[in-house]
């Protein structure tokens, strides 16, 4: 059974950094992608940054250069580092496992096979 625990969520001023966390277990990694998501107030949920079985990486071009995900193999713990963050960045953050995509890789963010409850970020100016 997949099982996704986000971490790491809090308040901080405009310009400051936060890094979520994610414990997984019982994951499929080949083949699939792990992620983040975030669902803004009153918006869709978005696909923010993924990451492939080999480690390769895509970003939603919002963030590109201030969020880096990453991820350790042998504690099955996935981070996302968000620097330079900013009041639009403020949102639920979820982890998510999503099957690598045909055309577009992880930065299709399709058919989530398994979610986390969130974590809260909340940046204010």
């Known amino acids: 059974q997949m099982n996704l625990v986000e971490s790491g969520g809090g308040s901080v001023q405009a310009g400051g950094s936060l890094r979520l966390s994610c414990a997984a277990s019982?994951?499929?990694?080949?083949?699939?992608?792990m992620g983040w998501f975030r669902q803004p107030p009153g918006k869709e949920r978005e696909g923010v940054a993924g990451i492939d079985s080999e480690g390769r990486t895509t970003y939603t071009d919002s963030v590109k250069g201030r969020f880096t995900i990453s991820k350790d193999n042998a504690k099955n713990i996935l981070y996302l580092q968000m620097d330079s963050l900013k009041p639009e960045d403020t949102s639920m953050y979820y982890c998510?496992?999503?099957?690598?995509?045909?055309?577009?890789?992880?930065?299709?963010?399709?058919?989530?096979?398994?979610w986390g409850q969130g974590t809260l970020v909340t940046v204010f100016s």
């Open positions: 019982g994951i499929q990694y080949i083949g699939y992608c």
């Open positions: 998510a496992t999503y099957p690598y995509g045909a055309f577009g890789g992880c930065g299709e963010y399709k058919y989530v096979e398994s």
